[in-house]
């Protein structure tokens, strides 16, 4: 995390004489350190506050102790309002709602993917953990696709594809650049399950996601 200072302009008093040139005006400035991460411009939080007191003639600053403590409080008041504050937040608050949009986002594609396990189509993507359906899975075969081929009363067939991907962002990359049209692409031995068996399978994270084509396109691609 890095930190930041600015300055708030609280205008000008004439409580005070310079102890350098005599001069008897002085700006009010109200110094706020903040912390940032990334964007210097997004601060997260302030993390002190200070009033300065400085001659107008000369740029010399009066001593904290050299200003009348109701004085500073009074500066102080004026210069660290809220609405001077909130937008030392922003960071902040800024990652509450991508936090929170995350959130939802994840709790809308569950809700689809329970959705579609429980009408299930033909056609259907299934997105899965494959480290769930086989023990000796290398760094690099965590997760495939499987395909639903027939749907007959509570039994779902499906095929696996042939294919292990590192990461889930490059299974949906193989649908969004046409390997899953490749005929070889699928096993060609099915395999069958229960409704029950298909939800309990996404409960565990063995299927975390379910995607279904509309009009013949999925993520883009047709399929």
């Known amino acids: 995390m890095d930190y930041g200072i600015s300055t708030i302009d609280g205008g000008v ?6 102890t350098r040139c005599g001069h008897q005006h002085h700006h009010v400035y109200g110094d706020i350190r903040y912390a940032y991460m990334f964007l210097e411009s997004l601060p997260w939080f302030p993390t002190d506050r200070s009033v300065r007191v400085e001659c107008k003639q000369c740029f010399n600053n009066v001593p904290r102790k050299g200003v009348n403590d109701r004085h500073y409080a009074a500066f102080a008041q004026h210069l660290f309002s809220f609405k001077y504050l909130w937008h030392k937040y922003l960071g902040m608050a800024v990652m509450v709602m991508l ?8 709790n809308q594609k569950d809700e689809q993917s329970i959705a579609y396990l429980s009408q299930p189509k033909i056609n259907d993507f299934y997105h899965l953990d494959y480290r769930h359906f086989a023990t000796d899975v290398r760094p690099h075969q965590n997760y495939k696709l499987a395909k639903v081929v ?3 009363g509570d039994v779902v067939s499906v095929v696996f594809g042939s294919f292990a991907y590192r990461y889930q962002s490059t299974v949906k990359d193989a649908v969004r650049i046409g390997h899953v049209r490749n ?5 060609t031995t099915k395999r069958h399950y229960s409704i029950a068996d298909l939800n309990r399978l996404f409960q565990q994270g063995a299927i975390y996601q379910v995607g279904r084509p509309e009009g013949n396109i999925l993520y883009g691609s047709y399929i």
């Not at 008093?13 to 310079?18: A, F, R, S, V």
């Not at 936090?99 to 994840?106: E, L, N, T």
């Not at 005929?183 to 096993?187: A, D, Q």
């Open 13 to 18: 008093t004439d409580k005070y004489t310079c």
């Open 99 to 106: 936090f929170a949009w995350g959130i939802f986002h994840v």
């Open 150 to 152: 027939d749907v007959t």
């Open 183 to 187: 005929f070889s692409y699928f096993e």
